[in-house]
């Protein structure tokens, strides 16, 4: 699960830097942290393409909290758990 986890972390940064200037813009999203699955593909559902290619900013419903990629480092960590999780 971690390999997973770094494997995809890491092509999302390689794409990321080739599309650099492409796609400035931040994307700000709230998901809930015991919904995490639904509440990502709620929040996603109504993305353009172009929106998977922006820098993300995430709050979890109901914290307070800056993100300064600590936030969502915890969301993607935990989205890559959950996703891989066999139940």
Do not use: C, H
Request: aromatic fraction near 12%; hydrophobic fraction near 35%.
């Amino acid at each position: 699960p971690v390999e997973v986890l770094n494997f995809w972390q890491t092509k999302v940064r390689s794409l990321r830097e080739r599309l650099v200037g492409k796609f400035p813009d931040t994307i700000e999203f709230t998901v809930d942290r015991n919904r995490l699955l639904e509440s990502i593909m709620d929040v996603t559902e109504d993305w353009g393409p172009e929106s998977f290619y922006k820098k993300s900013k995430v709050t979890f419903e109901g914290e307070s909290a800056n993100d300064l990629d600590g936030v969502s480092k915890e969301f993607f960590s935990l989205l890559g758990k959950t996703i891989t999780d066999p139940k």
